[in-house]
């Protein structure tokens, strides 16, 4: 049997409606893939059948579609409200992507808010400790300072160059303390005035250093606000006796010996 | 009206959606072919589907090679119909065989099958002439085999298998032209 005949025996069209045993169907098939114009044939015979069959097309009942849905996945939701229609697939997917791209915008808003206001509370947990490392930054530096100046103290009272000089209260002040430490070598002279009454206003205390019987004025001073502080004084090379006074504000240039507080005499 | 290749490539990956898509676009044209060979929603729904589970479980079973993915799904809803159809007629009685000959003259059907639906059907069919309308109506539409048309009309083999082949012939001709 030639080609031609092959093909106007029918026999492809019986294939196609499915009327062949399966022994007949592996026949066809092979012809198929040896002849490239039966095989031609065979697809344009399926195209024919193709829109016959959708020409002739009726739409199943509704219920149809979600049953083998449920059959493949049994998780599978049904849809029974959306109506027939040509465009049934499309309308269906309509919906749930609108939901699905509400939802989706939603959950990125709410990333981004939270971001965002995760962000501004962190920039201000971030602003207040900047401040509070400010705070603790400058009062570490103040502490430093003040060990500083402390240590140097210590130094100074128990370092050995100094000659320490305590003086006693006086008639008017018994309860008054106070002591010079002096370097003999340098003639740096530092206060510890240990225990002075607040003097009145517009009243400041002043050193007196004694050299050779004379009084030598070495500053006036306000008592500091810290204990064991050191005031710097003048410098001086010989002293036998150091005193305070207590005079007009800025200091005079011979003292008052009736407000004379402390006195006491360099041990040698 | 070609089928996107993407569809079998998706569904051999197991997409459910692709399954879903297929039904919509070919699912009344399957469901028409099942429902005029049986005659009845119940069972037309029952084969359809039955062909979109084995559709979906034999994906690989489809080669490419040996024909259009519609025309294996086409065979498959079709052979799923005509089973049925077989088993039924088995539990009945041939007797119904001889009435349903003559419905597409006879109007006899148009209870069960929509107008609508009908047009579609008389316009194709009513391109051809009585004899070959008879044959292709109970061989397209009605799922018989040749050899029971031949053997009905009291006729040859080979005549049927050439009067459907014309038919068709015919059936592609027009629809090239539309």
Redesign the interface.
């Known amino acids: 049997m030639n080609i031609k005949e092959y093909i106007?025996?029918?026999?492809?069209?019986?294939y196609?409606?499915?009327?062949l045993t399966s022994q007949e169907e592996k026949q066809v098939?092979q012809m198929?893939?040896k002849h490239p114009e039966i095989r031609q044939e065979?697809?344009?015979?399926?195209?024919?059948?193709?829109?016959?069959?959708?020409?002739?097309?009726?739409?199943?009942?509704q219920g149809?579609?979600d049953?083998?849905?449920k059959?493949?996945?049994p998780k599978?939701i049904e849809h029974r409200s959306v109506p027939k229609s040509g465009k049934?697939?499309?309308r269906?997917l309509i919906l749930p992507a609108l939901i699905a791209s509400l939802l989706g915008l939603c959950i990125v808003g709410f990333i981004a808010y939270s971001c965002f206001r995760g962000k501004t509370r962190m920039n201000e947990q971030i602003e207040s400790q900047n401040t509070q490392i400010q705070t603790l930054s400058s009062e570490n530096q103040d502490l430093n300072t003040r060990l500083e100046s402390a240590t140097q103290n210590l130094n100074i009272m128990t370092g050995g160059e100094y000659n320490q000089v305590i003086m006693r209260g006086l008639p008017i002040s018994p309860q008054s303390f106070a002591q010079v430490f002096w370097n003999e070598s340098t003639s740096d002279v530092y206060l510890s005035p240990s225990n002075l009454p607040t003097p009145e206003s517009g009243k400041q205390y002043q050193l007196w250093a004694i050299v050779d019987g004379a009084p030598v004025s070495m500053g006036v001073f306000d008592l500091p606000e810290t204990d064991f502080a050191l005031i710097k004084m003048n410098s001086i090379a010989n002293a036998a006796t150091f005193a305070i006074t207590l005079e007009p504000q800025g200091g005079v240039e011979s003292p008052t010996l009736e407000a004379m507080y402390v006195a006491g005499n360099v041990n040698s | 009206m070609m089928i996107d290749t993407h569809f079998v490539s998706r569904l051999k990956k197991k997409d459910k959606l692709a399954l879903s898509q297929l039904y919509d676009q070919y699912g009344a044209a399957l469901y028409g072919q099942a429902y005029r060979i049986l005659g009845s929603e119940q069972s037309a729904q029952e084969a359809i589907q039955d062909a979109f589970l084995k559709i979906w479980n034999n994906i690989d079973s489809y080669d490419e090679s040996k024909g259009k993915f519609f025309t294996w799904m086409y065979r498959i809803a079709r052979n799923e119909a005509i089973d049925k159809k077989r088993s039924k007629e088995n539990r009945i009685t041939e007797k119904t065989v001889q009435l349903d000959f003559n419905v597409y003259d006879t109007e006899a059907d148009q209870s069960t099958v929509s107008n609508v639906e009908d047009i579609g059907v008389k316009d194709l069919l009513g391109l051809l002439d009585h004899d070959s309308r008879n044959i292709m109506d109970l061989v397209y539409f009605k799922g018989y085999t040749h050899t029971d048309v031949a053997k009905l009309n009291d006729i040859p083999l080979g005549t049927v298998k050439t009067k459907v082949r014309r038919a068709i012939l015919k059936l592609r001709a027009s629809l090239i032209k539309e």
């Open positions: 106007s025996s029918g026999i492809l069209e019986q196609l409606l499915g009327n098939e198929m893939s065979m697809f344009s015979l399926s195209d024919t059948l193709e829109k016959m069959a959708m020409q002739s097309a009726i739409e199943p009942p149809l579609k049953s083998i849905l059959e493949i996945d599978h049934k697939g499309q269906d």
